[in-house]
Antibody, heavy 117, light 108 residues
């Protein structure tokens, strides 16, 4: 059974940093690109970043470029999102997702990140 | 930047009725990289359709995707009680994934 387990969320102040993590199981992790998708309270999903299977190619939404860094450790079946210079508008549930046919076929349960002074 | 527009915003139906949801892109979606998701309160989105018309394993065949270019449709042939939810379309192009604003299907 495919599982994605998100962790690392929390409450931080504007300008601070946080790292969210995802551990995958039930499939060959390095066969897939992975993405982070976020969803602010009461809003729709929003793509944040995608990393290819071996970590060589990363893409970012414009609103996080230069602030967030996606990475993966295939030996640990893990995906990470390092978030720096956090803003109140970054408050959201952050989902780890598996990319399949340019869509997201599996989602984690989400990690809640709250940015507030 | 490609923008996705979904209509209607809300669709009120009775169980057993047919639901037709629209997703329109501001530019053509290449290779039909268009997907549909269902989201219920407190849950992560669930992939219903990818490649405009393909269903993942386990998705009931009452969910049908169609369309190409800039106009796509999700049809639920007979709405079941568990289908009342919010539906999002999503496209991929030039290394960017974009979601639509969603259509809420609620009980009439």
């Amino acid at each position: 059974e495919v599982q994605l387990v998100d962790s690392g969320g929390g409450v931080v102040r504007p300008g601070e940093s946080l790292r969210v993590s995802c551990v995958a199981s039930g499939f060959t992790f390095d066969d897939y690109a992975m993405s982070w998708v976020r969803q602010a309270p009461g809003k729709g999903p929003e793509w944040v970043s995608t990393l290819n299977w071996n970590g060589d190619v990363a893409d970012y939404a414009d609103f996080v470029k230069g602030r967030f860094t996606i990475s993966r450790d295939n030996a640990k079946n893990s995906l990470y999102l390092q978030m720096n210079s956090l803003r109140p508008e970054d408050t959201a549930l952050y989902y780890c997702t598996r990319v399949y046919a340019k869509a997201y076929d599996y989602w984690g349960q989400g990690s809640l990140v709250t940015v507030s002074s | 930047e490609i923008v996705l527009t979904q209509s209607p915003v809300t669709l009120s139906l009775s169980p057993g009725e047919r639901a037709t949801l629209s997703c329109r892109a501001s530019q053509s979606v290449s290779s039909n990289f268009l997907a549909w998701y269902q989201q219920k309160p407190g849950q992560a989105p669930r992939l219903l359709i990818y490649g405009a018309s393909s269903r993942p394993t386990g998705i009931p065949d009452r969910f049908r995707g169609s369309g190409s270019g800039t106009d796509f449709t999700l049809t639920i042939t007979r709405v079941e009680p568990e289908d009342f939810a919010v539906y999002y379309c999503q496209r991929y192009g030039r290394s960017v994934f974009t979601f639509g604003p969603g259509t809420k299907v609620d009980i009439k």
